[in-house]
T-cell receptor, first 122, second 109 residues
Framework: QPQLQESGPGLVKPSETLSLTCTVS??????????WGWIRQPPGKGLEWIGS???????YYNSALKTRVSMSVDTSKNHFSLRLRSVTARETAVYYC??????????????WGQGMLVSVFS | QTVVTQEPSLTVSPGGTVTLTCASS?????????PNWFQQRPGLAPRALIY???RKHPWTPARFSGSLVGGKAALTLSGAQPEDEADYYC?????????FGGGTKLTVL
């Protein structure tokens, strides 16, 4: 089963761009039927889906974020990335990456990374 | 955007049965919403329990089951164990998006 690990800056300033990478091991990011996604969770609050991507570049984004978010896949490094522009302090959260493999649907997240806290403040 | 609603909190006795529900602001939940359920214990990442309304992952304990009840998605826990105390989140598909519910805090007491 895939193992996922988030990495990137743990601190981002307001109005700047949050950039995170999820490195996948024990599975190929180009495996047929795998979708890769990002989910976040503000401290003490619930989960929010950010978006999902297939290795061909097909993306699905949360409509509330789609003007500021972009996701990409780097098949040579077996990782996928998230960029979220113009962040605010309310976007301080634990950011999770996850895979969706079992069903072939982009939101059936079966394997999750451990999560990474990203704080937005100046 | 669709709003997905869950009970904020529920309590179940050890060995007891409890049903958590998941409603959609867009109307009745159907199999076409492909309901998912996740368990999150404090300080840990979520763990997938159910996908496609009632399908279990290999690691899903047999005491958990998914269904559709009264226009909602439902997660039933039969024979609650102390380790089942956690937050539970549902997820529904809505066109080209997925939406998480607000979560249910389940106490086993």
């Amino acid at each position: 089963q895939p193992q996922l690990q988030e990495s990137g800056p743990g601190l981002v300033k307001p109005s700047e761009t949050l950039s995170l990478t999820c490195t996948v091991s024990s599975a190929s990011i180009t495996s047929s039927g795998y979708f890769w996604g990002w989910i976040r969770q503000p401290p003490g609050k619930g989960l929010e889906w950010i978006g999902s991507i297939y290795h061909t570049g097909t993306t699905y984004y949360n409509s509330a974020l789609k003007t500021r978010v972009s996701m990409s896949v780097d098949t040579s490094k077996n990782h996928f990335s998230l960029r979220l522009r113009s962040v605010t302090a309310r976007e301080t959260a634990v950011y999770y990456c996850a895979s969706s493999r079992t069903s072939g649907r982009f939101g059936d997240f079966d394997y999750w990374g451990q999560g990474m806290l990203v704080s937005v403040f100046s | 955007q669709t709003v997905v609603t869950q009970e904020p909190s529920l309590t179940v006795s050890p060995g007891g049965t409890v049903t958590l529900t998941c409603a959609s602001s867009s109307g009745a939940v159907s199999s076409g919403h492909y309901p998912n359920w996740f368990q999150q214990r404090p300080g840990l990442a979520p763990r997938a329990l159910i996908y496609g309304t009632n399908r279990k992952h290999p690691w899903t304990p047999a005491r958990f089951s998914g269904s559709l009840v009264g226009g909602k998605a439902a997660l039933t826990l039969s024979g609650a164990q102390p380790e089942d105390e956690a937050d539970y989140y549902c997820l529904l598909y809505s066109e080209t998006e997925v939406v998480f519910g607000g979560g249910t805090k389940l106490t086993v007491l």
